[in-house]
């Protein structure tokens, strides 16, 4: 069916893209716009900028098809928990080589973190020294929101997205303080240990009306005290962790094993990563909050409720090993046990050599200029549709999510064509027009 076309604001002006967490993902990104405006490099991995979709009369490049803000429109800021400049980290993460990096070393030395949002408890293998101090968290989120406002003056931005890129808080589940905006506006005001440094970030988007997405598995803004600011304010919000690594082939690999009904005895993953977050997950309580974000995409996927006999003795386990030489170069390693006809058993085997902010890094980007664009869209709350991005995608309540990589694109793919009044797109027809080589 043909929906009628949405009014959409213009992109017009400056939109400014703030990073809580200036480490490895932030900086990678940030030398990766810079390096693309200059003409040395390409988007690669960015859907928004490479990414192609058909619609009745042609296929077009999505930034031609829907009104994204350009990247020469874009100014990045953030905060951080030391102080080094943006290429003095991004020198420290290793990520990028001096080749990269030397001919837009001034615009990145001249990018400084702000003071960060901080609290030991949450992530116990970093020591922050360039951190706000403060009488009560309220307090903290109203020198968040200050930083916001003035950012956004200085840098004469006319719009403002935030994406957390910050470390994996140690794991917690919903309590008391999370179910409403007043129980939550309270524990701020008498320093709630339930509120976590991403929240307040959060808070303070939404209180100035500015989309947050989360891009850790961290309880953030999925709790519905987040969300019922998000829909005082009309505000678009998306979480939550970035899909990068393991994870992607999983969304990958699982959907075909499912489409050919082959059975899955047993999933074993194992990583090794040496960057800030390989040391963050290190302890135990973090990686407890990333573990339960990674293992919830096979079921997802397998349904072994609904498929007993396929799926329903699966075990799958999920290790991350913290090993400095590595740096940012993570690897991953996947054992899968498979059965077919007959029940006869067989195995897959995938040693993925990736590089977590090579891949990271167009995530932020896409998540930012699409959340913007909800935003420009009227549109607010959870966002779904960009799911495709996403470990564990967030939901509206008692919705499950979806991980078939596939079936996430199809949905992202018809929601633009939603907003641009086109006919929407099958599962089906959208495989056969993948293929097409115009």
């Known amino acids: 069916m043909t929906a009628q076309k949405v009014q959409i604001a213009p992109a017009t002006g400056k939109i400014g893209i703030l990073l809580p967490g200036m480490g490895a993902v932030a900086t990678t990104l940030i030398a990766g716009v810079l390096a693309v405006r200059k003409g040395t490099a390409q988007p690669i991995g960015s859907l928004t900028q490479m990414g192609k979709i058909s619609t009745a009369t042609a296929r077009l490049k999505i930034k031609d098809f829907v009104p994204l803000a350009d990247l020469h429109d874009i100014e990045f800021g953030g905060w951080d ?72 003056a200085e840098r004469g931005c006319d719009r403002l997205v935030v994406v957390w890129c910050g470390s994996t808080e140690i794991y917690h589940e919903h309590g008391d303080i999370h179910r409403t905006l007043a129980d939550f506006e309270e524990g701020l005001r008498t320093n709630s240990p339930t509120i976590a440094p991403s929240m307040i970030y959060a808070y303070a988007a939404l209180r100035e009306g500015v989309p947050f997405v989360n891009g850790a598995p961290n309880l953030t803004v999925d709790m519905p005290a987040l969300l019922e600011l ?19 082939m999983k969304t990958i690999v699982a959907p075909g094993l499912s489409a050919r009904s082959l059975g899955v005895k047993g999933w074993f993953s194992t990583n090794i990563l040496g960057n800030r977050d390989g040391l963050v997950l290190d302890d135990p309580n973090n990686f407890k909050t990333k573990e339960v974000s990674k293992l919830s995409v096979l079921d997802s996927v397998f349904h072994p409720e609904e498929n007993p006999e396929l799926y329903g003795d699966m075990y799958h386990k999920v290790r991350i090993n913290y090993y400095p ?34 891949l990271a890094a167009p995530l932020v980007l896409d998540l930012a200029l699409f959340i913007d664009l909800a935003q420009r869209s009227g549109m607010s709350g959870v966002q ?55």
């Open 230 to 248: 998000a829909a005082q304010t009309g505000t678009p919000v998306a979480g939550k962790d970035f899909k990068t690594g393991q994870t992607l």
């Open 81 to 152: 928990v030391y102080e080094d400049n943006v290429y003095e980290a991004a020198m420290k993460a290793g990520v990028l080589d001096y080749k990269t990096l030397q001919p837009i070393r001034p615009e990145m030395e001249a990018m400084v973190p702000m003071k960060a949002a901080f609290d030991p408890h949450y992530v116990k293998n970093l020591d922050g020294t360039h951190v706000k101090e403060y009488t009560t968290k309220l307090d903290l989120a109203e020198q968040v929101i200050a930083d916001i406002r003035r950012f956004k």
């Open 384 to 438: 779904e549709w960009l799911s495709f991005y996403l470990k564990a995608p967030q939901t509206a309540a008692n919705t499950r999510p979806e991980h078939d990589i596939f079936k996430q694109l199809v949905t992202l793919h018809n929601t633009l064509r939603e907003l641009m009044g086109e006919s929407l797109m099958e599962a089906a027809a959208e495989e056969e027009y993948q293929d097409d080589p115009a």
């Open 325 to 358: 030489p590595a740096g940012d170069n993570k690897e991953s390693w996947d054992n899968i046990d498979i059965f077919g006809w007959l029940g006869y058993p067989m195995q897959i085997k995938i040693n993925f050599l990736c590089r977590d902010s090579i």
